[in-house]
């Protein structure tokens, strides 16, 4: 699906995680939000390079520049200082990158407007969660949380951080889109979408719960490499 025009100017207040197992050679990257279609603007992945999270005021075309940087040999952080050297929104760019070998990079949207409460990232062995517009940090340290203590492998692992984010109270507006990435050198790019439609009242007391819907699409598909 291609990326709608107008979605390049929105701010994608959002929570993710980007993650590796050197191990498996397995990369991911997961993220939910109240905007929709996140999936196409927030995550990317590439077999064997890494993964790559692009949220607040996105910017979709440093999904691929970024990997390709990365393809390169480039570490995260120098990436990162790539995308934002000559940005005039770099103020208000949430970005986290992950190579194969575990070592991450993120910035964070010092610029954000206030009304999005709370902004943050923590980084842990082979990931790094983040996110904008959220009740408060305890949203990234449940999801810090919740990754390191599950045994399943690296797409469940994602799972569980974004499923313990949003019942830490994840994004403040609530829920409508989720969405799932997940890449290894056998199988390119594994792609999950949830999208619940805009005709649904703002407090999304009407809406299904979208990462109880995405989970149980994980644990009934045969996605985990």
């Not at 949430?94 to 943050?120: E, F, H, V, Y």
């Not at 996110?131 to 408060?136: A, F, H, I, P, Y």
């Not at 809406?207 to 989970?215: A, V, Y």
Request: net charge negative.
């Amino acid at each position: 699906m291609g990326i709608n025009l107008d979605m390049k100017s929105h701010l994608s207040q959002t929570f993710s995680i980007v993650a590796v197992d050197p191990t498996t050679g397995i990369c991911g990257a997961a993220v939910a939000s109240k905007f929709p279609a996140v999936g196409q603007v927030v995550p990317y992945v590439r077999a064997s390079v890494g993964a790559f999270c692009t949220q607040h005021q996105h910017n979709p075309i440093w999904g691929d520049k970024a990997l390709d940087l990365l393809d390169c040999g480039l570490l995260p952080e120098e990436v990162l200082a790539s995308l934002l050297r000559d940005d005039p929104n770099s103020a208000k760019r949430q970005l986290a990158l992950i190579d194969m070998k575990g070592q991450t990079a993120t910035r964070n949207p010092i610029g954000a407007d206030p009304s999005g409460l709370w902004w943050g990232s923590m980084s842990g062995k082979f990931y790094t969660c983040q996110g904008n517009t959220l009740v408060g940090p305890s949203v990234i340290i449940a999801m810090a949380n919740a990754y390191e203590s599950s045994k399943e492998l690296l797409p469940g692992r994602l799972m569980a951080a974004l499923v313990a984010g949003d019942q830490a109270g994840g994004d403040h507006r609530g829920r409508l889109a989720a969405a799932l990435r997940v890449a290894s050198a056998s199988v390119e790019v594994i792609a999950l979408d949830i999208d619940e439609s805009n005709n649904m009242n703002d407090t999304g007391s009407n809406q299904k719960d979208i990462l109880f819907i995405l989970g149980k699409a994980m644990s009934g598909a045969p996605i985990i490499i």
